[in-house]
């Protein structure tokens, strides 16, 4: 039994793909209902800090650009306008519901700093005491790992989040539905794998590319994810955020998407 429903904090990352069109300009209609079912969430009692991917895509598509920029610099510029842009939206939407949101920016050498990590932590209790929503992103225009290497970091960094955080859950939303034994964009009779034990190599294995021209993840780095998480025992998903409205089957404890079982020996 997944026993979802029982998860109280919850890191919930949204990926590029859920966030915007194929143009990389807001997918308005996916990401109210996204913002309506969160704020729902929020208000029975769960505990929200969100990852969040777009800044990139969202700032290309304010720029009218048809793809992610190659050049660096480009891409660090195209950053700080998405990020701007980013939270105005999200500001916004959620204020409609009344809940309120802040906005924290990482790179590596915060989550590598002890004092620095204590400082996160402190700040991430206080807001979700208030009753805030906390919002992360990687600061693009000072961390360029992920702008340069295309590694899709936002997924690995949410469930850097999700440890330092004390989460009890990590909820991750893409374009897929759910881990496949093969690649269901070759193999029509790829079949999805509902609970993930233990990741082997066979698991690994049936990993797969990035599928957006507009984000970095692919499905190696969602299972990447899930090997942090696992190791800091929290418990991970990977489903569709194509319809919010899946997340309330999955607070219901229906079988959605894939769920990583935490390694039991280092469940909190």
């Known amino acids: 039994m997944r026993n979802i429903s029982d998860k109280k904090r919850i890191v919930i990352k949204l990926g590029t793909s859920t966030l915007a069109h194929k143009t990389g300009k807001l997918n308005i209609r996916r990401m ?3 913002v309506r079912v969160i704020s ?3 208000n029975s009692g769960k505990e929200i800090i969100m990852v969040s991917s777009g800044s990139v895509g969202l700032g290309a598509g304010k720029l009218g650009l048809n793809e992610r920029p190659k050049e660096t610099k480009l891409k660090q510029a195209v950053a700080a306008i998405g990020q701007c842009e980013l939270m105005h939206v999200y500001d916004d939407m959620f204020s409609k519901y009344s ?5 924290i920016l990482l790179t590596k050498t915060i989550i590598n700093n002890p004092s ?3 400082n996160f932590k402190n700040t991430i209790e206080t807001l979700v005491g208030m009753g805030v929503i906390p919002i992360v992103n990687e600061n693009d225009t000072i961390a360029i790992d992920e702008l340069e290497l295309e590694i899709g970091e936002n997924d690995s ?3 850097l989040v999700a440890d330092l955080s004390g989460a009890d859950l990590l909820l991750i939303l893409s374009d897929i539905d759910a881990l496949y034994d093969k ?3 070759t193999d029509p009779n790829a079949k999805p794998i509902s609970v993930v034990e233990k990741i082997t190599p066979e698991i690994e294995m049936a990993a797969g590319g990035a599928g957006s021209n507009l984000g970095t993840g692919g499905m190696s780095t969602k299972i990447n994810a899930a090997k942090i998480a696992a190791n800091a025992g929290i418990d991970m998903v990977i489903m569709n955020g194509r319809d919010p409205e899946k997340l309330y089957d999955l607070f219901e ?3 959605i998407g894939t769920i990583f079982m935490a390694n039991k020996s280092n469940t909190q």
């Open 32 to 34: 109210t209902n996204l």
């Open 40 to 42: 729902d969430l929020h």
């Open 99 to 103: 809940v309120t949101v802040a906005q």
């Open 116 to 118: 620095h990590c204590m």
């Open 157 to 159: 960094l949410s469930a």
């Open 183 to 185: 690649d269901p964009r």
């Open 253 to 255: 404890d229906k079988d």
